[in-house]
Structures are given as C-alpha cells and as structure tokens.
C-alpha cells in the first residue's frame, strides 16, 4: 500500500499545484470585478470554493465572468 502511494504522488502533486493556481486566480477575479453575467460575488465564491476540485472555477469562467 505504501509503494503504491509513493507511485502515485508525484502524478498528483501537479495536479494539485494546478488546482490551486485555478482557483487562486479564479477568486481574485471575482473579488476585483463587480458585474457578473449570472448572479453575484457571494454565489461566486461559494461555488468556487465548494465545487473546488475544477469545477467551481470552470464554472465561474463560462457562466459568471462578465465579457469585457
């Protein structure tokens, strides 16, 4: 078991690495921007944090961020 967990760390460490840098970037533009296509920050963020694992901040970008 332990072996296995030695296997596949170094696959999920980037994984990982990158979820944090979505998520990162996907909460500073909602918290820097005041117009959204469908609801408001707080529904944002909740989702964002919540559906953490990409979908939250993948969700955001094609339904919530506003088109500049």
């Known amino acids: 078991m ?3 967990i030695r296997e ?4 999920l460490i980037p994984i ?3 979820e944090m840098i ?3 970037v996907t909460l500073r533009h909602i918290l820097t921007h005041r117009n959204y296509k469908r609801g408001n920050r707080a ?4 989702v964002t944090i ?3 694992q990409f979908w939250g901040p993948i969700l ?3 339904f919530g961020k506003e088109d500049e």
């Open 50 to 52: 919540i559906g953490m």
């Open 2 to 4: 332990n072996s296995m």
């Open 22 to 24: 979505l998520v990162g």
């Open 60 to 62: 955001y970008f094609l």
């Open 43 to 46: 529904i944002w963020v909740a």
């Open 16 to 18: 990982f690495v990158v």
């Open 8 to 11: 596949i760390i170094p696959f």
